[in-house]
């Protein structure tokens, strides 16, 4: 789950890690008044959504009165915003972020994240911090800093120090960011987070560090343990079919392809829309029914399938390990005549009572193409969207 910048820098706050004076507006006055509340005559209009690069794309203004505040907050309020990180998507703007303004002397990068290479919390640090930290590190790989975090020591603050000097900090920034990471390590733990991004950690002319931007996303398996955190969830800037998908349970993403494909199983899911590649075709969504998959399970995934009018033909692709192949075909059946399907439908079936699924299937009267394996399902869903 993803979350918004000011929800961010709340958590951050919990966790005693300097942030610039900030209040939420979600109208043109409010900003106004919340700008008010905040000492100085220098003020960071942001707008809110789930993606970074909003001040390439007009959603960071530096207003210098409250005219000015009024004046920005009603610019972007109400609207929708595209950057080149939301995946071509225009998200709703509802809330601007009413930041103090800083003076800025230097901008640094810091994130937190599990990496999978080396099993560890892993964090990252640049002195090269900004929008372009993508770029430095491919242009400039040396200037990106690594602490892989041993799983029983946990951070310690040499390490934080170390790190400090090798961005070129003096002793009090340094300490100021082990401060700032031993919190991070704590709330990253504490609150089961997937990533955590500061962009930019800034020195400011006063020499203070402070984060000016952040970034936080937590893992939804551990979502239970955190209502606090799922209270906080913005489902206006998530793509309405995965929102319903969730609903009922079913893994779920939007893709831009014409051939839906239901599969149980991650694994076999991405095969799956492999092989449509391999075979010429293109997937439009990548849809995971899980191993305890039912009629109506099913049902609402042919709903979710077909809530796109880009989707020609339907490749189901079951294996019944878990989940008996004659439980799956008459949910199949079920949810063809109660949806209405009007494109094509293959099916391929193996593993448990794959035999009895098949002649439910057969003896179903309905226009579904059998395959006997991935491939020949693949071969057939891009013929039919062919020949439609």
């Known amino acids: ?133 993508e770029q430095v590190a491919k242009d400039n790989p040396d200037a990106i800093k690594t602490i892989n975090v041993n799983y029983v020591e946990g951070l310690q603050p040499y390490q934080c120090r170390a790190l400090g000097f090798d961005l070129g900090l003096n002793a009090k920034q340094a300490g100021q960011l082990t401060k700032i990471m031993m919190g991070l390590f704590k709330l990253f733990h504490e609150k089961d987070l997937a990533l955590v991004e500061l962009n930019p950690l800034a020195i400011l002319t006063n020499g203070n560090l402070a984060v000016l931007d952040g970034k936080v996303n937590s893992d939804d398996n551990a979502a239970f343990r955190h209502p606090d955190l799922v209270a906080m969830r913005d489902i206006r800037q998530e793509d309405e079919t995965e929102v319903k998908a969730s609903q009922h349970d079913l893994n779920y993403v939007t893709m831009d392809g014409n051939i839906g494909c239901m599969v149980n199983g991650a694994g076999l899911a991405m095969a799956t829309m492999d092989v449509i590649q391999l075979e010429g075709g293109s997937p439009a969504n990548f849809l995971d029914v899980g191993g305890g998959a039912n009629k109506e399970r099913v049902t609402e995934a042919f709903k979710l399938i077909l809530s796109s009018d880009k989707v020609k033909a339907i490749f189901v692709n079951i294996f019944g390990g878990i989940v008996r192949c004659d439980m799956i075909a008459e949910g199949i059946i079920a949810a063809v005549q109660e949806v209405d399907v009007k494109v094509p439908v293959i099916v391929r079936l193996e593993g448990t009572n794959v035999d009895a699924g098949k002649e439910l299937l057969k003896n179903s009267g309905l226009a579904i193409t059998p395959a006997d394996d991935i491939n020949d399902g693949a071969r057939k869903a891009v013929a039919a969207v062919s020949a439609a």
């Open 1 to 133: 789950m993803n979350f918004h910048e000011y929800q961010a820098k709340k958590l951050f706050a919990d966790y005693g890690i300097a942030v610039p004076a900030g209040r939420i507006a979600r109208t043109p006055e409010e900003a106004v008044e919340a700008a008010k509340s905040i000492p100085g005559d220098l003020w960071v209009v942001k707008a809110q959504i789930h993606a970074g690069g909003r001040g390439k794309a007009g959603g960071v203004k530096l207003a210098k009165n409250f005219d000015e505040v009024k004046q920005y907050a009603a610019a972007m309020l109400g609207t929708k915003m595209e950057t080149y990180q939301s995946a071509g998507v225009a998200l709703p703007i509802d809330s601007v972020l009413i930041s103090e303004g800083t003076d800025i002397d230097k901008e640094l990068y810091l994130s937190v994240l599990v990496d999978r290479d080396t099993q560890s919390v892993t964090f990252i640090a640049s002195a090269e911090g900004g929008v372009e930290i």
